[in-house]
Antibody
Framework: EVQLVESGGGLVKSGGSVRLSCAASGFPFSLFTMSWVRQAPGKGLEWVSSISGSNSYIYYADSVKGRFTISRDNAKSSLYLQMNSLRAEDTAVYYC??????????????WGQGTLVTVSS | SYVLTQPPSVSLAPGKTARITCGGNNLGGKNVHWYQQKPGQAPVVVIYYNSDRPSGIPERFSGSKSGNTATLTISRVEAGDEADYYCQVWDSSSDHRVFGGGTKLTVL
């Protein structure tokens, strides 16, 4: 059974940093592209960043580029999101999501339950 | 940046057919995925690659695309279908994944 479990969220001050983790199990982690998707309270889904299985391709949304860093440790089947220079508008539930296939336009076929990051001013 | 446009809300009575649209420039050349999100839960894919349905998703859910508009159709709507629905594509010009703004489906 595919499982994605996020952790690391919490209350952080504006300008601060936090590192999110996503522990994956139930599938060969290194073979799958992974992404972070966030959802601000009462708002829609926003894609944040993606990383290919071999770390060859990394992409960021314009809203986080230069402040967030996605990474993975295939030996530990774990995905990470280092979030720096946090702003109030980064307040959201952050979901870890698996891509269904190796193609760029693949769907997000499995999602974690999310971890809430609240940025206070 | 690429934009996907969805109606904010759709309301209808049980047993009716819901059609949720998703519009975007040159959408015909992109593959569209649809997600259902119920309150307090993570999204779940209900349609992928425009019209494919994952195992476990009822046949009442179908997807189509014509020109620059993709449509998620839910036949014989039930109270349990109440949720937010999002379309999503990959924008090759920016290598960004893009979500529509979401549509809240209310079953009256």
């Amino acid at each position: 059974e595919v499982q994605l479990v996020e952790s690391g969220g919490g209350l952080v001050k504006s300008g601060g940093s936090v590192r999110l983790s996503c522990a994956a199990s139930g599938f060969p982690f290194s073979l799958f592209t992974m992404s972070w998707v966030r959802q601000a309270p009462g708002k829609g889904l926003e894609w944040v960043s993606s990383i290919s299985g071999s770390n060859s391709y990394i992409y960021y949304a314009d809203s986080v580029k230069g402040r967030f860093t996605i990474s993975r440790d295939n030996a530990k089947s774990s995905l990470y999101l280092q979030m720096n220079s946090l702003r109030a508008e980064d307040t959201a539930v952050y979901y870890c999501a698996r891509h269904g296939e190796a193609s760029d336009d693949s769907t997000f076929d499995y999602w974690g339950q999310g971890t809430l990051v609240t940025v206070s001013s | 940046s690429y934009v996907l446009t969805q109606p904010p809300s759709v309301s209808l009575a049980p047993g009716k057919t819901a059609r949720i649209t998703c519009g975007g420039n040159n959408l015909g050349g992109k593959n569209v995925h649809w997600y259902q999100q119920k309150p307090g839960q993570a999204p779940v894919v209900v349609i992928y690659y425009n019209s494919d349905r994952p195992s476990g998703i009822p046949e009442r859910f179908s997807g189509s695309k014509s020109g620059n508009t993709a449509t998620l159709t839910i036949s014989r709507v039930e109270a349990g279908d109440e949720a937010d629905y999002y379309c999503q594509v990959w924008d090759s010009s920016s290598d960004h994944r893009v979500f529509g703004g979401g549509t809240k489906l209310t079953v009256l």
